[in-house]
């Protein structure tokens, strides 16, 4: 399997061409654009000044028997291109390639793909003036900002990189049809250009023409690999993939997904698999997740880290991708070694089964979170790490069916909870943690030590006011699993809610400095018309003229509904004669406060008495 390596040099319009007829392609393997638009500025930078812009690292096929499948660089139309005779498979530098090609073409399409439209223009004065980094600059497509170097265009001070929408004199140019002309052509453009819009630059054609040849004339260096004639495909890739990870241990970080995608597909591609299709495909094979993916709460890494925990391995990243490629070269028959099974003692019979399974797990974790745990959205979860320990631990719960499973797992999420067990040490301490639970839950253990049963000794919720922090969260959890009533008609709670104040803040509020008044336990769940019913009302203007009368209409116990946000009859006693106007209108503050931490102290005891 003779491989040779050669060097040479793309000049900027060729790479441009070359991408648009699908001569270059990026391997199915790789993971899409994830520049943003500061970075792909900061490239243009680097060509505008002349700088070195890294290599690109190419292989060399045969498009008639490509080793692997491969997919267009990003934005480029997917209309069947023309016939070749050699195409190449970037392996390294797609980044680039793909911004280049963005930058220049101004496709309507996001940067990056869930981000905006974005334009690139350089501004002739300062490029002029060689401050090139204020030169190059960004604008939203359609923003302020853009209709001003749009009119800047017009005026002859700025030059856009791609093409922008819309009927525009002949005369308009852009940097790209510059850089596609041929000859001497590129001069005449400008310096019509120049003229049609009596840009006050025409009597600098000649510097502003030299300055922009780092540009026009950019040349990317490239390594071109190439296999010797009949070099089949299995020994390409296995030859490809660990130099594909190699080379992309550098420069925009690549997460632990996009390396077990290379990592894995020599083993995948013969039949017919491919991770990242997989995961493309996960919001419909697994609707269930469709909502968390959006919203960037179950990431690619996570069902990874899944499936290692319940095939015997280790989260860590120094192992997971080793510990994973024994897993799937044993379930694809690539190498010996028997079946793989779960500490629960399941057998997994092929890939698919076992990506089906961790996913699966991944549902269900995200639906319990939710419903059974109460954390209502992404942002009131307490520790996002949690759902990998626990999709593995369901996953033991429900191959093992044994008495007693999901108690034991609920008594392991809300000691975490409580206890701050994912502060850090998440890696080494979800490990530890799925393994102790599941000799409990198998019966091989006993309870482990750190589930003692029983409230944090010195639990002061008083001084929980951060509300990112587990502690925070896992009291909104609380509360609205009490049912979090609507406050003003006691009526079930909306699907949209707020966190706001009980004792509202204000400079007119004598509780407003209080060192408790951005405590938890002065906060609850609202919907947005309870909200603004409420207001900076005191408590007791808003109990007697809004909730009393709200309840009196729909005949619903006022009692209940307080229950439902944790607050007992004492608590709401003060709750109701809380009066900035009063002379002890602290002491009515920190006296709810106090009987409202009982309240809810004695709902964590519940969850922790397991």
Not at 125 to 139: C, H, M, Q, S
Not at 198 to 210: I, Q
Not at 476 to 503: K, M
Not at 512 to 540: C, F, I, Q, R, Y
Request: charged share 20%.
């Amino acid at each position: 399997m003779p491989l040779t390596k050669g060097h040479t040099r793309l000049r900027l319009p060729d790479l441009l061409s070359r991408v648009s007829s699908h001569e270059f392609l990026i391997p199915e393997f790789q993971r899409d654009l994830v520049w943003k638009p500061e970075q792909v500025r900061e490239l243009l930078v680097s060509l505008v000044r002349g700088d070195f812009a890294g290599v690109i690292l190419l292989l060399e096929f045969n498009p008639t028997s490509p080793p692997f499948h491969h997919k267009a660089v990003y934005a480029v139309p997917s209309s069947p291109p023309p016939p070749l005779t050699h195409a190449y498979s970037v392996l390294d530098g797609q980044q680039r390639i793909s911004a280049l090609y963005y930058a220049f073409h101004h496709p309507n399409l996001p940067l990056p793909p869930k981000g905006k439209v974005v334009r690139f223009f350089l501004k002739l004065d300062p490029f002029l003036k060689g401050d090139f980094d204020e030169a190059v600059v960004v604008e939203r497509n359609g923003s302020p900002g853009f209709k001003d170097l749009v009119d800047e265009w017009y005026r002859g001070e700025a030059l856009p990189f791609g093409p922008i929408s819309g009927p525009h004199p002949p005369h308009l140019i852009t940097l790209y049809d510059l850089l596609m002309a041929p000859g001497p052509s590129a001069g005449s453009l400008l310096d019509a250009y120049l003229s049609g819009t009596s840009s006050p630059y025409a009597p600098s054609f000649g510097k502003l023409f030299g300055s922009l040849n780092s540009l026009l004339h950019y040349d990317l260096d490239a390594v071109v690999l190439s296999f010797s004639p009949g070099t089949g495909s299995s020994a390409i890739v296995s030859a490809i993939s660990p130099v594909f990870v190699n080379v992309n241990s550098k420069g925009t970080k690549l997460t632990l997904f996009d390396l077990a995608v290379a990592h894995l597909f020599p083993l995948l591609h013969p039949i017919g698999l491919n991770l990242r299709s997989l995961w493309n495909r996960l919001p419909t094979t697994h609707p269930g997740l469709a909502g968390p993916i959006s919203k960037d709460f179950v990431e690619p890494d996570d069902i990874l880290r899944v499936m290692a925990m319940i095939t015997g391995g280790s989260v860590k990243k120094a192992t997971l991708l080793n510990h994973l490629h024994g897993v799937v070269s044993r379930l694809t028959g690539a190498s010996p070694g028997g079946p793989v099974t779960s500490p629960a003692g399941h057998s997994f019979s092929s890939f698919l089964d076992l990506w089906d399974e961790a996913a699966s797990c991944l549902e269900e974790a995200y639906e319990r979170i939710v419903k059974d745990y109460g954390a209502l959205g992404p942002e009131w979860i307490p520790y996002g790490a949690m759902i990998v320990p626990l999709a593995a631990l369901i996953h033991v719960e429900r191959r093992s069916g044994a008495p007693g499973a999901r108690d034991k797992v609920d008594c392991w999420y809300w000691h975490s909870v409580f206890y701050e067990r994912y502060e850090k040490s998440v890696d080494t301490t979800a490990m530890a943690d799925f393994r102790a639970v599941t000799s409990w839950i198998l019966g091989r253990g006993g309870k482990p030590s750190w589930l003692p049963g029983s409230v944090p000794p010195g639990m002061d919720l008083k001084t929980v006011v951060d509300r990112k922090s587990a502690l925070y969260s896992g009291v909104l959890n609380l509360i609205a699993l009490a049912g979090a009533r609507n406050l003003v008609y006691g009526s079930p709670r909306g699907s949209s809610l707020q966190i706001d104040h009980l004792f509202p803040k204000g400079r007119s509020k004598p509780w407003a400095t209080h060192p408790w008044m951005e405590s938890v336990l002065n906060a609850t769940l609202l919907d947005e018309s309870t909200n603004k019913a409420k207001g900076k009302k005191d408590p007791s203007d808003f109990y007697h003229a809004d909730v009393l009368p709200g309840h009196g209409q729909t005949g619903a116990s006022v009692r209940d509904t307080f229950g439902s946000h944790l607050i007992s009859p004492a608590a709401e006693s003060s709750f109701a004669h809380g009066s900035s106007g009063a002379p002890n209108s602290v002491a009515i503050f920190e006296d709810f406060i106090r009987e409202r931490e009982k309240d809810v102290l004695a709902e964590i005891a519940k969850k922790l008495s397991c």
